[in-house]
Nanobody, 117 residues
Framework: QVQLVESGGGLVQPGGSLRLSCATSGIIFSVYNMAWYRQAPGKQRELVAAVTTGPLINYADSVKGRFTISRDNAKATVYLEMNSLKPEDTAVYYC???????????WGQGTQVTVSS
């Protein structure tokens, strides 16, 4: 079966840093596009960063210059380095894997990130 397991979340002070990991199994990781989403209380889920199989990368404007997404195909793992964290970054962060033709999509269970002093 397919599994995506996020880790690395926690409580951090404003201006601090955190690294999230998403370990996958049950998929051919190298042919999947990977992405990080987040959902804050009372808000809709939003795309944070994505890395394709290329690997091409894109970021949400709100995190550009502060976050870095990367992938390690040998470890079948995608990472999100988060720096200069702000209270508005507080959310549950979710890992997603997807491909097209045929379309397949898988989600992790999420990891909580709380930025507070």
């Amino acid at each position: 079966q397919v599994q995506l397991v996020e880790s690395g979340g926690g409580l951090v002070q404003p201006g601090g840093s955190l690294r999230l990991s998403c370990a996958t199994s049950g998929i051919i990781f190298s042919v999947y596009n990977m992405a990080w989403y987040r959902q804050a209380p009372g808000k809709q889920r939003e795309l944070v960063a994505a890395v394709t199989t290329g690997p091409l990368i894109n970021y949400a404007d709100s995190v550009k210059g502060r976050f870095t997404i990367s992938r390690d195909n040998a470890k079948a793992t995608v990472y999100l380095e988060m720096n200069s964290l702000k209270p508005e970054d507080t959310a549950v962060y979710y890992c997603k894997a997807h491909r097209s033709m045929p379309y397949r999509e898988y989600w992790g269970q999420g990891t909580q990130v709380t930025v507070s002093s």
